[in-house]
């Protein structure tokens, strides 16, 4: 589903810069503001300065007039107001709403594709749906004519106390939600994949261990019992890295060259 995030009123430069890196994180690039309070705020300092590295999200984005404008192609529209109204749209946490819609969506799809089939044109493509995300002015939210337009009233769970979140916050949350529904993105490694050390190594250097443990008296050949196949296990348990394995040959050294300081 195409996916729009829409900003009415905006009165704070730095909540576009803001939104522009939330949606960003989450793959998102369809920005429309509607009648912002600077004209010019998508080359505001404060905006750029916000955005952080999403200023092709800023470069895409479009003023527009209107919110008819702004909902130009969206079929699914989303307010996300916290104030009660007297009526309006149900209201609805993101997750179990977009788990409906997407739902929802797939058996439209499905019944589009059986009725091309039947019509004997398998390459009939189904109407692209959109889904738009309306986020009201920092100082009075949503007004009650456009969130009667919309078909829910998203309201992120918050603390009963304190459930005030600020614009940015809000839109990075919707993003979030909205992609892990869609299916989310693969989490990145924070280190490089690990390499283990292969037999070869393992052996050299249980061999350089059983010489040192040997020269600080704890193990004596003449006994050993069953110290280094011990050893040997323990190790393969641990799946060392060559890194580490120089690090363990280093320890042996050391100790030989304390038991031969010693003598």
């Known amino acids: 589903m195409r996916t729009r995030f829409i900003l009415i009123q905006t009165s704070h430069a730095g909540n576009v810069g803001a939104a522009a890196r939330a949606m960003k994180t989450m793959g998102f690039d369809d920005l429309v ?50 104030t009660p109204r007297d009526f309006g749209p149900p209201a609805a946490s993101p997750r179990a709403h977009f788990e409906m819609l997407l739902k929802k969506e797939q058996l439209a799809l499905d019944g589009q594709a059986l009725e091309a089939k039947n019509a004997s044109n398998p390459d009939a493509a189904a109407a692209q749906s959109g889904v738009a995300f309306l986020f009201g002015s920092e100082r009075f939210g949503m007004a009650n004519d456009d969130v009667y337009r919309c078909h829910v009233a998203l309201s992120i769970p918050t603390n009963p106390r304190f459930g005030s979140l600020n614009l940015g916050a809000a839109i990075q949350v919707i993003a979030y939600e909205w992609r892990q529904a869609l299916g989310g993105f693969a989490v990145q490694d924070a280190t490089p994949a690990r390499v283990q050390a292969d037999a070869a190594r393992v052996a050299g250097m249980l061999a350089h261990w059983e010489q040192a443990l040997t020269g600080i008296g704890f193990l004596d050949p003449a006994a050993p019992k069953k110290l280094m196949p011990r050893l040997n296990q323990l190790f393969n348990r641990a799946q060392l890295s060559p890194e580490e394995i120089h690090i363990l040959r280093g320890v042996a050294k050391a100790m030989l060259e304390t038991a031969q300081a010693k003598r």
């Open 33 to 82: 503001l509607v009648a912002p309070r600077w004209p010019n705020v998508l080359r505001r300092e404060e905006t750029i300065q916000r955005a952080s590295g999403a200023l092709d999200v800023l470069e895409n984005a479009r003023i527009v007039a209107t919110l008819d404008e702004a909902l130009d192609g969206m079929s699914h529209l989303c307010a996300t107001a916290m």
